[in-house]
Nanobody
Framework: QVQLVESGGGLVQAGDSLQLSCAAQRVTLSSLGMGWFRQAPGKGREFVSTITWNGGRTLYADSVKGRFTISRDGAKNTVSLQMSSLKSEDTAVYYC?????????????????????WGQGIQVTVSS
């Protein structure tokens, strides 16, 4: 069973930067399409970003494009989300996701239903 463990969340001020990391356990990262979703209080789950198995393709939500960068480190078996110019509306619980399907691993998925494996979530709070 794939396990995803997020780290790096916390409380920051608007305009600050923060990096989230996701460690994949019991699986080789190179076989996975991975990404990040978030859920703000009282709102639905929202796609943030995804990266294909070799990092060759990355996709971003319009709300974070130009501010967030997703990357993966095969040697460390981790995926990271570098968040810059943070805004109060970025406040949410962030979830690392992964799936082995070719559609996610090769082409990139943006739907939550496409990802079989989810981390436990980590809180990011941006104060204005």
């Amino acid at each position: 069973q794939v396990q995803l463990v997020e780290s790096g969340g916390g409380l920051v001020q608007a305009g600050d930067s923060l990096q989230l990391s996701c460690a994949a356990q019991r699986v080789t990262l190179s076989s996975l399409g991975m990404g990040w979703f978030r859920q703000a209080p009282g709102k639905g789950r929202e796609f943030v970003s995804t990266i294909t198995w070799n990092g060759g393709r990355t996709l971003y939500a319009d709300s974070v494009k130009g501010r967030f960068t997703i990357s993966r480190d095969g040697a460390k078996n981790t995926v990271s989300l570098q968040m810059s110019s943070l805004k109060s509306e970025d406040t949410a619980v962030y979830y690392c996701v992964a799936d082995t399907s070719p559609s996610c691993a090769v082409y990139g998925c943006t739907s939550g239903e496409s990802f079989k494996f989810w981390g436990q979530g980590i809180q990011v709070t941006v104060s204005s």
